[in-house]
């Protein structure tokens, strides 16, 4: 069988694998290892716990425990309802600053966890009752809060950036500033929309300015503040040149911790065993995924499916803008099934080399494909953001939330377009911090 | 939906064998825990001495690495037990209860096939290490049979609680993929 054909019978195995029920990880390891003892023989899967072992002995993959508990030590806190809190009453000037608060925290939190779930829970929990009991309409609060919990996995630091770094061996570093420009274009496209769609409901008067003493302004900063002082030591470490973003990751992991302990009274030890437990799950769910995928792609090439299929765009003659519409397309698909993670570990080593080849810059595809993952993550039918949502405010439907969520699609289907008429967008604040990419 | 279904951890019934499979996995998932945050406290001492104090640093690198691996690996049977590991579950919600009980019975039956394959090449892997006795290249020259343990480990607890929840859903226990019925 040639490669390319063989490579559309793996595809539709590892499809119909994938949608059996059985977990990502393992359906990996069981289509891999189906296809090598077919056409590599048995022999082959002796090599299969070498190449698992292998994936993981990455020191740049420590990062992702590292970040996962850095999250979820803040998440356990009262720190989302804080930060929204002292932004509503700094911004009580501004009009609809409710929304924009909320929309605000939730861009902050994504700069403290690298996770989208994550965001959504810690921000929506106060921030949707909230708006709800101010007269927002249902649909612009659960919406906005869906979609702004997305921006978890596009503002630095990024689990699916470090994830998309390791795939492809591109800087964590540059990916991470990659997404600063990017993620601000979306917070600010979420909160046009939300103003828009709340004053064209008629209920202008919720946009209209509330007042707070400077007392009540200034009482909350001292909780929100420590917040801010490790997003500033994180960046400045990273980028400073101190350390390797595991080695920040560790000292950003330890000091939320203790800030979670001290501040917010985390002591009890059950609580400290959910954070643990909670951020050791998540850990060793994506990391096992990435080892499997290791075995994936390690299966794709020895089978030289990879290289034919590059090989095989590269002799297409089509425009490359049209082969990126193609991707995007392809992308958005697959996210709305499958989680963000494995999407990329899968995707990456097959597309990567044919977005360069087209001319592309591994970086700036990287933005794009984490708005087409954000996308899959407030799109039926996995949509794990309006799952949190409906978590949250059971009493809003499904539907109410999807229709709710469907503009703030529109907003980040705008910004990949944006990105790809002004790919500066992403590229500029790498280039400008750590000197232009050989 | 796919992603992480809430925190729920398999049922186990009054099962004896369930039960000592859940206690089992629930300690992997101890330990797993345990080595993730000895990873982040060595990551930070290495830090100290190499920033703070101008010194050199030996072992933490490679340890912190293998305790990373370590815990992914001992984590699974744990995970597996939170039913943590992310699954596609669109088709078996739609399917009516006879058939996501056979297919419930098919993918974990597959799991286990699958991480029976890894656990036989796994001790193999770690055998060699143990017998040649392997070391690795750097400085610290670790004996590799220490690191590579975790793969036979992990993956007989992880067999284990594969097994334990096929019986569980054979023995009605459990809900076949933990789908409350529809």
Redesign the interface.
């Given at each position: 069988m040639d490669p390319l054909t063989l490579g559309m019978v793996v595809a539709i195995c590892t499809i119909l694998?994938?949608?059996?029920?059985?977990?990502?990880?393992?359906?990996l390891?069981?289509v891999s290892?189906g296809f090598l003892m077919i056409f590599d023989g048995m022999r082959s899967?002796?090599l299969?716990?070498?190449i698992?072992?292998g994936k993981?002995?990455?020191?740049a993959?420590?990062s992702i425990?590292?970040f996962i508990?850095m999250g979820s030590s803040i998440a356990s806190t009262r720190a989302g309802a804080d930060l929204y809190e002292a932004l509503e009453r700094w911004l009580t000037r501004v009009p609809g600053g409710l929304v924009i608060s909320n929309l605000g925290a939730c861009a902050l939190f994504a700069a403290m966890s690298g996770s989208s779930?994550a965001t959504c829970a810690a921000i929506g929990k106060m921030g949707i009752p909230e708006m709800r009991k101010r007269g927002y309409p249902d649909g612009v609060a659960a919406g906005s809060i869906a979609a702004g919990g997305t921006l978890g996995i596009l503002i630095p630091p990024s689990v699916t950036m470090i994830v998309y770094g390791i795939a492809t061996e591109t800087s964590i570093g540059r990916l991470f500033l990659a997404g600063v420009i990017p993620g601000l274009l979306l917070v600010s496209l979420f909160m046009a929309w939300s103003l828009y769609s709340t004053w064209k409901s008629g209920n202008r008067e919720l946009l209209a300015t509330g007042s707070y003493t400077w007392k009540e302004k200034f009482e909350i900063l001292p909780r929100v503040l420590p917040f801010l002082f490790i997003i500033v030591g994180v960046l400045y470490a990273m980028y400073g040149g101190?350390?390797t973003p595991?080695?920040t990751a560790?000292?950003g992991?330890?000091l939320c911790l203790i800030i979670a302990m001290v501040i917010y009274k985390l002591w009890n030890p059950k609580d400290l065993?959910v954070v643990?437990?909670?951020?050791?799950?998540?850990?060793?769910?994506i990391?096992?995924?990435i080892?499997a995928a290791g075995v994936f792609s390690y299966m794709l090439s020895s089978l030289y499916i990879t290289q034919s299929i590059a090989n095989w765009i590269g002799t297409l003659d089509v425009n490359p803008w049209v082969l990126m519409g193609a991707v995007n397309v392809f992308l958005l698909i697959a996210g709305f099934?499958?989680?963000p993670v494995?999407v990329i570990l899968m995707a990456a080593p097959i597309l990567l080399p044919i977005i360069t080849t087209a001319g592309f810059d591994p970086i700036w595809f990287a933005v794009v494909l984490t708005i087409n993952m954000e996308i899959g993550l407030i799109s039926p039918?996995?949509?794990?953001n309006l799952?949190v949502i409906n978590?949250i405010a059971p009493d809003i439907s499904l539907k109410t939330i999807l229709t709710g969520s469907l503009p703030f699609v529109g907003c980040m289907v705008l910004a990949i377009f944006l990105l790809c008429v002004f790919p500066g967008l992403a590229t500029w604040l790498p280039d400008a911090v750590m000197g232009k990419a050989l | 939906?796919?992603?992480?279904s809430?925190?729920v951890a398999s049922h186990t019934g009054n099962n004896p064998f369930l039960r000592i499979v859940a206690a089992l996995s629930t300690v992997a998932?101890w330990f797993?825990?345990a080595m993730?945050?000895s990873?982040?406290?060595i990551?930070?001492q290495?830090?100290f001495i190499r920033?703070v104090l101008n010194g050199s640093t030996i072992w933490q690198?490679e340890a912190?690495?293998y305790l990373?691996?370590a815990?992914?690996l001992i984590?699974?049977p744990?995970?597996q037990r939170?039913r943590?590991?992310?699954?596609?579950?669109?088709?078996?919600i739609s399917l009516g209860p006879k058939a996501r009980y056979v297919?419930?019975l098919?993918?974990l039956s597959?799991?286990i096939i699958?991480?029976a394959?890894?656990l036989w090449?796994?001790y193999?892997?770690w055998h060699l290490a143990w017998e040649r006795n392997w070391k690795s290249d750097t400085v610290w020259g670790v004996r590799l049979w220490i690191p590579?343990s975790a793969?036979p480990i992990g993956f007989a607890l992880f067999l284990l609680q594969l097994i334990a929840d096929l019986t569980a859903v054979i023995l009605k226990i459990d809900k076949p993929?933990g789908l409350e019925d529809a």
């Open positions: 694998v994938l949608f059996s029920g059985v977990s990502v990880a393992l359906g390891l069981i290892t899967l002796e299969l716990p070498e698992l072992f993981l002995d990455n020191f993959l420590l425990p590292m508990i779930p101190v350390a595991s080695e560790a000292v992991a330890l065993w643990l437990r909670d951020s050791t799950k998540e850990s060793v769910m990391l096992f995924i080892a099934f499958l989680p494995a039918p996995v949509g794990l799952y978590g | 939906m796919a992603g992480q809430s925190a998932g797993s825990a993730i945050v990873a982040v406290a990551t930070c290495m830090i920033f690198t912190v690495i990373a691996i815990s992914t984590g699974l744990y995970v939170l943590g590991h992310v699954n596609v579950d669109l088709i078996p297919m419930a098919f993918t597959l799991s699958m991480v394959i890894m090449y796994g193999d892997f590579y793969l993929f």
